[in-house]
DNA sequence: ACTAACATTGTAATCATTACAAACTGGAAA
DNA sequence: TTTCCAGTTTGTAATGATTACAATGTTAGT
């Protein structure tokens, strides 16, 4: 995507497009890792020495709040962020760290909703060895 | 369970069952409201005001360690235990702050389940309003 | 009863995130 | 174009859950 459309796509939802916002949210789109708020301040402050972490946090909360980014829910310290709001799961591998996407049918995802509830987030989380780590470990 | 068996549980594990572990382990099981560290340490401070923070943080690795608590996976600022370890999902009211179970059929969760992962720990979570708090604000 | 391994306790440190206030910016109104 | 102001960014200080650590206490097996 160009910086132009992301640009209209955030003035669109009544959020000024900032440079900063538009490298953060940027950053999430051009990499599909999950990255955490330190992740994107490291690569962000390299192209920019007076970017702050507040920002970087307060960017994602905008985002968030926008739903354009989806804050994982997960077990590992820190916060973890994703530019792809379609509904999909997360495997964590406790050896090499890396976070996957889990493709889940959209059914299947359906199916599991409690009834009665108004389920506002949702999220399936797996955590264990990925496919090279359990075949290094000998699964 | 009486506090014996809950005695024999651990030792078969190879976990000394002192006062203390018992203490948390039983008011897990007593109550399944998924509390975090500082809510058990608030109840048991009241029977045993030596009780440390750090002895209920200690017993929850160990519980957690063998397999008896689960440690919950959720966006909430605190960690969150559960003395049932059989395979369900939760659900976080973000009005009221409860955590309900939300019971799973088998089958589906099995269906979930990535081929090529080894699955250690797998949680299906959902937040928002739960019916009685969804009713009050009109869903 | 002795002793060595294991547990508990309280305090201090850690670290991700948030609060806050001062400085800055960009777009609308004149 | 200039002015002005609401909204943003920035750096530092605070927060708060969790962990590290070291001293003290306890238990189980000999």
Same mark, same amino acid.
Do not use: W
């Given at each position: 995507?160009?910086?132009?459309? #992301?640009?209209?796509?955030?003035?669109?939802?009544?959020?000024?497009?900032?440079?900063?916002?538009?490298?953060?949210?940027?950053?999430? !789109?051009?990499?599909?890792?999950?990255?955490?708020?330190?992740? #994107?301040?490291?690569?962000?402050?390299?192209?920019?020495?007076?970017?702050?972490?507040?920002?970087?946090?307060?960017?994602?909360?905008?985002?968030?709040?926008?739903? !354009?980014?989806?804050?994982?829910?997960?077990?590992?310290?820190?916060?973890?962020?994703?530019?792809?709001?379609?509904?999909?799961?997360?495997?964590?591998?406790?050896?090499?760290?890396?976070?996957?996407? #889990?493709? !889940?049918?959209?059914?299947?995802?359906?199916?599991?909703?409690?009834?009665?509830?108004?389920?506002?987030?949702?999220?399936?989380?797996?955590?264990?060895?990925?496919?090279?780590?359990?075949?290094?470990?000998?699964?």
């Amino acid at each position: 995507m160009q910086y132009q459309e #992301i640009a209209k796509m955030l003035s669109s939802r009544g959020i000024r497009p900032t440079q900063q916002r538009l490298a953060v949210y940027d950053y999430l !789109l051009q990499h599909r890792t999950h990255p955490s708020a330190d992740t #994107i301040y490291g690569a962000l402050i390299e192209q920019n020495p007076t970017f702050s972490r507040t920002t970087v946090y307060n960017s994602l909360h905008t985002l968030v709040q926008a739903a !354009l980014v989806k804050e994982l829910t997960m077990d590992t310290e820190e916060r973890h962020y994703d530019a792809d709001i379609r509904p999909h799961g997360h495997f964590h591998c406790r050896q090499c760290g890396e976070i996957a996407d #889990i493709r !889940l049918d959209g059914d299947l995802l359906q199916a599991l909703r409690p009834a009665g509830y108004t389920v506002q987030e949702q999220e399936v989380y797996f955590s264990g060895l990925c496919p090279a780590c359990g075949e290094a470990t000998g699964k």
